[in-house]
């Protein structure tokens, strides 16, 4: 008979507990490996090389595209939350996160699936509800997104500047025309007639599916109108379709400042991280692209259980809690964008610029508020900004500055100064204009040589203050401030340190200083109130701090930049602005002479400002400002005061 000792019971007792341990390890650990199989699986919603325990592979295969069929661009992620040996019936709980195109919000549940034990082989068993739990035989998931409305960016009393306006898409239907010679024939034909580039059109709709629309261009309503609808029909393969978009007034309506609102790009897409899908409107440029999201808003959706047809289809008869979704997100549509622009004013400084064949620009601001009413380009400008982000030489206008800081160094506005034919510093000789009146010459007020605009008295001053002098003197009407607009803008530089010619230059507005007309609208009213006017575009949002020098402007200086400022409208460049009502006008003309040409090409400035109204603009290629800025000046005032 054999005996063991209490020993070998021990070691027994405790091998047999030890075999049990690593066969419920092992157990485990095959369980844990097919479900994550089965996971990865799921998430590329292709389970067709999973063996299950109760269904054929291609029949669970066809159960799942069924099952997901509507979820049309939706991406699921699929992880093990957790598995459970349980005995007789392995079971995993499976962790669903759906990212849902368009929106920031995934869908996220639990689902489970049991498993049969053979061995030690795991074998899952297929079932709808493997994909979610409230899905049965020949039901599906069906994913319903609802798009958010754009927000509208409004302007002065809430007047609706960019907003839904009616567009056509016109394109080439490849359906509709056979052959590359033909379509390419007509690719070149349509391109011909609405004005865009014919061959990078006859390319890409040569690249295009043969069952493809390929949009040529979208036209807003009335410019569609315009082209002769015969010779447009004429196209084969043409083809055209209405729609909205959100569009300002105008193409040539501040394009710069707000940018544009089409179909999201493949770049766009992929910055988004998932906020923006292919189709999806977005923001190109300006402030509709800085403050997109806000006025984009974030779609939203419902998720529903929906009976499926073998096609997989949805019978719309069939919903499953139709009123009861599995899972909703809702619409959280765009927010409107409140700016300063002055829509009636705006249009009318683009009519105003309109024969100008060099690039030109009008900024209006309101001197209380800093609004920025008007900020218009011409169209020789081609787009660019020329109202915020040009840099010429600011000409005579730059002498308020210049007056500034005589003044602080103890000038009066009836100082004599010496208006002089001619001055020459370091061999360079500077001269009046050529229209300058024989009678301003000689010894006159500092008052008079600012009305007639004398280039030599300032100059002959120039020994009374330094570049940095002018430098702060400029920075305290507000050039060279630091200011967030939503949208770039430049806001002028004076140099500190200058050379002996240099200088003389820079007193009256030549040399290495460069300006705007945002910065120079920025000194007339500044000039005017008697502090730095800190510009305003828009309303309401979080931006970043507008910073000024510290070498602020007094009353006192103020009053006597007015004064000098009224003299060039009485008696100087601006009389024109007389016709204001009431006569008030106060300003400055300027001219600026730049390249080689001689004669020398100028600059036409002028900046003025009539009661609440600061005016600042620029042709790049003009006469004298009196001549060629001060009707334009005037122009932009009258249409404030209807």
Sequence with gaps: MTTFSRRHLFLGSAATSLALALSACSSDSHLQESAQNLASALTNLDISGIQFANRDAAQAQKSLEHASYNMTGAEPTVSVAEVNQGGDSPRAKLHWAWKIPGSPQPWEYDSSVTFT?????????????????????????????????????????DAAIVTSRPVVQVGIDKTKVSGNEAQQKSARALAELVDIDADAFAKQVKNAGESQFVEAIVLRQEAFNKINQSDIEKIEGFFSTESTRSLAPSADFAPDILGTVSPATSDDIEKSEGKLVSGQMTGHGGLSERFDEHLRGTDGYSIYSVQIKDDGSVDPEQFINRDNPLHQVDVSNGKNLNITLDSAAQSQAVKILEDQDSPSAIVAMRVSTGEILVAANGKASEGFSTALMSQYAPGSTFKIPTSLSLLRKGMKTDSIVNCSESVTVDGQTFKNASTYPADALGEQTLAVAVAQSSNTAFINERDKVTQADLHDAAAALGIGIEADLGVPAFFGTVPTDASEVEHAASMIGQGKILVSPIAMAIVAA???????????????????????????????????????????????????????????????????????????????WVMAVHEDIAVALVVEDGNLGSITGAPLALEMFQEFKN
């Design 526 to 604: 500044s000039a005017y109130k008697g502090e730095v006017v800190k510009p305003v575009l828009v309303k309401e949002q979080q931006l970043g701090e507008t910073k000024v020098s510290n070498t602020s402007l007094t009353q006192d200086e103020s009053k006597q930049l007015k004064t000098l400022m009224r003299g060039v409208v009485a008696e100087g460049g601006l009389q024109n602005l007389k016709e204001l009502t009431p006569d008030t006008a106060v300003g400055k003309t300027g001219t600026a002479e730049y390249g080689n040409d001689n004669p020398p090409k100028t600059h036409s």
């Design 117 to 157: 034990a053979e061995g030690e082989n795991m074998t899952p068993q297929w079932s709808p509800t493997v994909i979610h739990p409230d899905v049965e035989e020949s039901a599906g998931l069906l994913l319903e997104s609802k798009s958010a409305s754009r927000g509208e960016i409004l302007g002065q009393d």
